[in-house]
């Protein structure tokens, strides 16, 4: 069974970069037809997504976070990351990790990682 | 871009009840759209894709319906751990979510 799990501090700087891990257990992250994802909730909101990688050197960005984000494949750790730089109090959200189906770039989401709560503060 | 607007924001029901939530897209969407059940302190559950397939252990008191830009989630006879917020999700165009709709117990 597939497992998803978010890593990464609780609390970052404002302008600084918030980093994450979603580590996948129960299968591989690669050779397969599936992207992975990051989405994040803020507080007492909807969901919105960040965005995706597929095979390590193909992504697919929020057109609003595209100038500060990266997200990367670690194929030999069977992990993605997400690096978000010059954060604010706007980027305070639970950031999850997802499976991504290999139908579009934001195709439909299962499974998902329980959340991490990152706050953005000094 | 294309927009899915929720209705209602908030339904209030009994247990028992048959919940009847909708998704309209701003474009059509053909069958592209999921819907979501969300349990607070939890993260989102897939429930239906491709507008009407059920995904893997969602009960079949849970169907989806529509096509186009018109959508609807119906849970045929609410169950305590059916509240919740549900939210719709189109893979065609950005952005991919909507706003929600929040199930309460009445």
């Known amino acids: 069974q597939l497992q998803l799990q978010e890593s990464g501090p609780g609390v970052v700087n404002p302008s600084e970069t918030l980093s994450l891990i979603c580590t996948v257990s129960?299968?591989?992250?690669?050779?397969?037809?599936?992207?992975w994802g990051w989405i994040r909730q803020p507080p007492g909101k909807g969901l919105e997504w960040i965005g995706t990688?597929?095979?390590?050197?193909?992504?697919y960005y929020s057109p609003s976070l595209k100038t500060r984000l990266t997200i990367s494949v670690d194929m030999s750790k069977n992990q993605f990351s997400l690096n978000l730089t010059s954060v604010t109090a706007a980027d305070t959200a639970v950031y999850y990790c997802?499976?991504?189906?290999?139908?579009?770039?934001?195709?439909?989401?299962?499974?998902w990682g329980p959340g991490t709560l990152v706050t953005v503060s000094s | 871009e294309t927009v899915l607007t929720q209705s209602p924001a908030t339904l209030s029901l009994s247990p028992g009840e048959r919940a009847t939530l909708s998704c309209r897209a701003s474009?059509?969407?053909?069958?592209?759209l999921a819907w979501y059940q969300q349990k607070p302190g939890q993260a989102p559950r897939l429930l239906i894709y491709?507008?009407?397939h059920r995904a893997t252990g969602v009960p079949d008191r849970f169907s989806g319906s529509g096509s186009g830009t018109d959508f609807t989630l119906t849970i045929s006879s609410l169950e305590p751990e059916d509240f919740g917020v549900y939210y719709c999700?189109?893979?065609?165009?950005?952005?991919?979510f909507g706003g929600g709709t929040r199930v309460e117990i009445k």
């Open positions: 997802a499976r991504v189906d290999g139908s579009s770039w934001y195709g439909w989401l299962d499974p």
């Open positions: 129960g299968g591989s992250i690669s050779g397969s037809h599936y992207y």
């Open positions: 990688v597929y095979n390590s050197v193909n992504t």
């Open positions: 474009q059509t969407v053909s069958r592209y």
């Open positions: 491709d507008a009407s």
């Open positions: 999700q189109q893979r065609s165009r950005w952005p991919p």
